[in-house]
Structures are given as C-alpha cells and as structure tokens.
Nanobody
Framework: VQFVESGGALVQPGGSLRLSCTTS????????LTWWRQAPGKERALVAG????????NYADSVKGRFTISRDNANNTVYLQMNNLKPEDTAVYYC???????WGQGTQVIVSS
C-alpha cells in the first residue's frame, strides 16, 4: 500500500492550491479516503474525508467553504482543492485510508506573504 502526495508549494494568503494523492496496492474504489495535516509543533489533524463513491464528503470546521475533496476512481487518485488559503493552513498534508496507519511522505504547504 502506497500513498504519494504532491502539489504543495509556497503560496500567498488568499491563494489556491490543488493537492493530489496517488495510491497503489489496494482496491481504491472500495475505500473512503481522508486528508490530514500536521502543522509545526502540532498533532496531525483530520482535514477532509470522502466516501468510496464520492457521494459523501465531510470537512473540518476550519476549512469548510474553502477546501473541496474529490476523487478519481479510474486513476486511483484523491484531490484536495484549497482556496482562500490562510497562514494557519501551513502544514504538511497527507492522505490515507483512516485506520490503516499507513502514511506517505506528505506534501508541504506554506502560506505566507
């Protein structure tokens, strides 16, 4: 099982980024996926989740209305569209299947002017 995150960058407040997570080693379409983030000095926190079909999505209160999770079951990829980014969104972002304890290397997002 592998999760490979990409798309992180340095961006100014108010900017946008689209993170991608390409997966392998399991039947992607059968599982819900989640995005997490870990800010410096803080514990990893859940950001968003999406059901196996994509029909159910949920978000942390801190990102509601700004972030959108989506998935492409044909390409085993989950996305996180992040708009109106704030400095407090600075973190390393990870995707996973919750409960598996499997993590990729993450992708760094820095929101700063």
């Amino acid at each position: 099982v592998q999760f490979v995150e990409s798309g992180g960058a340095l961006v100014q407040p108010g900017g946008s980024l689209r993170l991608s997570c390409t997966t392998s080693g399991f039947t992607f379409s059968m599982y819900g996926l989640t995005w997490w983030r870990q800010a410096p000095g803080k514990e990893r926190a859940l950001v968003a989740g999406i059901s196996s079909s994509g029909g159910v999505r949920n978000y942390a209160d801190s990102v509601k209305g700004r972030f959108t999770i989506s998935r492409d079951n044909a390409n085993n990829t989950v996305y996180l569209q992040m708009n109106n980014l704030k400095p407090e969104d600075t973190a390393v972002y990870y995707c996973t299947v919750t409960g598996w304890g499997k993590w990729g290397q993450g992708t760094q997002v820095i929101v700063s002017s």
